[in-house]
């Protein structure tokens, strides 16, 4: 059996589903490929910021992500970071990504994956150009100059062939695309055997309920040298995940739960286990996203602890900033660089994700744990453990990921970075903050696919949309209300299909060939960018 579409996903979970969405929308002819008929019933992935929840209103699905959510209306979605143990009475609030909520157009959310996938499942399944095949794993992946071949067997043994123009492996850490495709991979491990335990428990309910409010407990143990204890909720009732790091050879026959709850929280408990796993803590970064016509997004590309909440979210960054740039690629309009400013704009931001936010925070908290103690001096630790509550506010602030300095952010310098500032301001290589149209909607819901050209009532945009005529760059054109304009402070802003801002300023004093022929990855001079267009007329995108 042959099947032939645009691009192949190997991986059917939260991020290849999401890119399956980002393409199929537009119009390209994708196939997924999927191991597994049902998500995963394991509860990681949580923690979902304001820029994913932006994504799923952009795919028409942010109501049916808020109905999907186990907690109750009121259950906060914050943390706490815990000495010692859960109730030694020193505690600080943790990850209030409500912080940041002014700059983004959507509220942040949490819920278990298993529980997102199923939203993005049937999203997915109403778009004619996807075709999904569950129950179906991916054997030998190679490519040619013009496309790809996927070898796959279905779970009852018949063999498949698949052709692609493209291919992307969303298929985790243990990627076969990443290997069929050459990438090699940098990691980096801790050497810690970590747990992963779900269990029910109103008794631990009834401890939780003598904290302020949380959802995730993180506790730092002096003895752990800065590697986390923590306790997520699952469901609204009794449920919560239990991550820690075990001896070496620890295993499901030999674990003594009883006993690390007791060390993580303080007293015992009666529970019953739902899961139990065990991972490796390590990083891994890829040293390359793309190979020819071959690329890797999510856990494929990068992997983490689960520190932080960063993880799917990083993935469905990917899959937003990949979908686009891949799509004006077979659309016919992309320059030449667009497509490797993938890599370029996402691998630096997830290392410095790994290396500025999550490493970072072991190596702190174990500085701080070594410094500290409220039984050697209880004044300077209480001095140093409150410091850490303004610390973690901050930090929340400066999460901040942007691609100033990218290939294709015209006039920006550096490199794409997770660290940064939030600003309503709109400025090149930044999310776009929130604002109100000439009519009053949402600037967010009136963006378009491809790119949008915002404008001052009484700004003129007519050099920007020759430019994008003369190179077939879809673009739509917005006017904003005057307070919107003066608050991004600009009278023209140019924003990506990613909803970033690729450049703000006078529209009647900009070089538009250059900015526009610059955001999609082709030369500046405005000669060179015609004769890079010419002969490759666009298929019709939405």
Known sequence: MQNSSDVIIVGGGPVGVA???????????????????????VPKGQNLTQRTVEHFRRWGIEAEL?????????????????????????????????????????ENERLPQYATEGVLRARLAALPAATVEYGVTAERITQS?????????????????????????????????????????????????MVLAVVRSPQFEDLVSRLPPTSVVSVLHPALEGYWQFFGRVDAADTWFFHAPV????????????????RAVGVDFDFEVEYLGFWDLRFALADAYRSGRMLIAGDAAHSHPPYGGYGINTGFEDAVNLGWKLAAEIEGWAGPRLLDSYDAERRPVFASTRDDFIDRSIRVDRAFLEAYSPEVDRAAFESAWNARADEAAIEVGVYAPNYEGSPVVPGTAGTPTARGDHQM???????????????????????????TLLLAEDASGEAVERAAKALRIPLRVVRLATESSESYGARGILVRPDEYVAWAGDPTEVDAEAVLGGAIGIATAFGALRTAVEGSPARSGV
């Open 425 to 451: 301001r709109a400025r090149a290589g930044h999310h776009l903050a929130p604002g109100r149209t000439s009519d009053a909607r949402p600037v967010f819901d009136a963006l378009g696919p491809w790119f």
């Open 247 to 262: 001896d070496p050879g620890t295993t499901a026959d030999n674990i003594d739960l009883a006993s690390l709850f007791r």
């Open 145 to 193: 100059d013009s496309g790809v071949e996927v070898e796959a067997v279905t779970e009852t043994g018949e063999r498949r062939t698949y052709h692609a123009a493209w291919a992307v492996g969303c298929d985790g850490s243990k990627s076969r695309m990443r290997e069929a495709a050459g990438l090699t991979q940098t990691q980096a491990d801790h050497d810690r055997l």
């Open 19 to 41: 890119l399956g969405i980002e393409l199929a929308r537009r119009g390209i002819d994708v196939t997924i490929l999927e191991r597994h008929h049902e998500p995963q019933p």
């Open 66 to 106: 808020h109905g999907a959510r186990t907690r109750r209306d009121g259950q906060r979605m914050a943390g706490l970071v815990s000495y010692g143990t859960l109730l030694s009475g020193f505690h600080y609030p943790w990850m209030q990504r409500d912080l940041v909520g002014a700059f983004y157009s959507a």
